[in-house]
T-cell receptor, first 115, second 114 residues
Framework: KQEVTQIPAALSVPEGENLVLNCSFTDSAIYNLQWFRQDPGKGLTSLLLIQSSQREQTSGRLNASLDKSSGRSTLYIAASQPGDSATYLCAVKSAGGTSYGKLTFGQGTILTVHP | GAGVSQSPSNKVTEKGKDVELRCDPISGHTALYWYRQRLGQGLEFLIYFQGNSAPDKSGLPSDRFSAERTGESVSTLTIQRTQQEDSAVYLC????????????FGEGSRLTVL
């Protein structure tokens, strides 16, 4: 059974700081890994999608890496801004066993960027 | 439509009543997912569809929950005889390809059972 863990559970940083969010997963048989953000009372917004054959993806100030063999991904946010405050979720799509195609989420990292 | 659409956005019901939640995926998306999110908690997988078949129903909490999908279009999640513990936001997502596709989520349906 795939399990996804995110560290830290919460993070508070001053504006302008670079930061790293971590995600680990137990089963390396995945199709892809996706990072989302969720604002309070809202749905999820897709940030980055990394296919299992890729090592990283970049979008603006965001960079996500994937090391499938070790079951790890990181989301790097450069020059953080108060508008980045949200819950960040990573999710992996399983490629093996009876869970193929299923997306499993971590519990999220609550990020607060203060001015 | 441009995105995943869910209705109703808010539903208040009395314990014991049945409710139907609807999801309209992005046009052409073959895969559709339902998740539940209780207040302050993470996303709980319920069910997903490839086309109109559901390979994995393991997340449905009880036999009071059922879901169906018409072709590669709208899906309905039905909860019978609602209980207070069913109160949550029900989130729907769709993707173009069931294996490698990027998921896009709707805004969710907030269910409150009194």
């Amino acid at each position: 059974k795939q399990e996804v863990t995110q560290i830290p559970a919460a993070l508070s940083v001053p504006e302008g700081e670079n930061l790293v969010l971590n995600c680990s997963f137990t089963d390396s048989a995945i199709y892809n890994l996706q990072w989302f953000r969720q604002d309070p009372g809202k749905g999820l917004t897709s940030l980055l999608l990394i296919q299992s054959s890729q090592r990283e993806q970049t979008s603006g100030r965001l960079n996500a890496s994937l090391d499938k063999s070790s079951g790890r991904s990181t989301l790097y946010i450069a020059a953080s801004q108060p508008g980045d405050s949200a819950t960040y979720l990573c999710a992996v799509k399983s490629a093996g066993g009876t869970s193929y195609g299923k997306l499993t989420f971590g519990q999220g990292t609550i990020l607060t960027v203060h001015p | 439509g441009a995105g995943v659409s869910q209705s109703p956005s808010n539903k208040v019901t009395e314990k014991g009543k049945d409710v139907e939640l609807r999801c309209d995926p992005i046009s052409g998306h073959t895969a559709l997912y339902w998740y539940r999110q209780r207040l302050g908690q993470g996303l709980e997988f319920l069910i997903y569809f490839q086309g109109n078949s559901a390979p994995d129903k393991s997340g449905l909490p009880s036999d009071r929950f059922s879901a169906e999908r018409t072709g590669e279009s709208v899906s309905t999640l039905t909860i019978q005889r609602t209980q207070q513990e069913d109160s949550a936001v029900y989130l729907c997502a769709s993707s173009l390809l069931w294996n490698t596709g990027e998921l896009f989520f709707g805004e969710g349906s907030r269910l409150t059972v009194l």
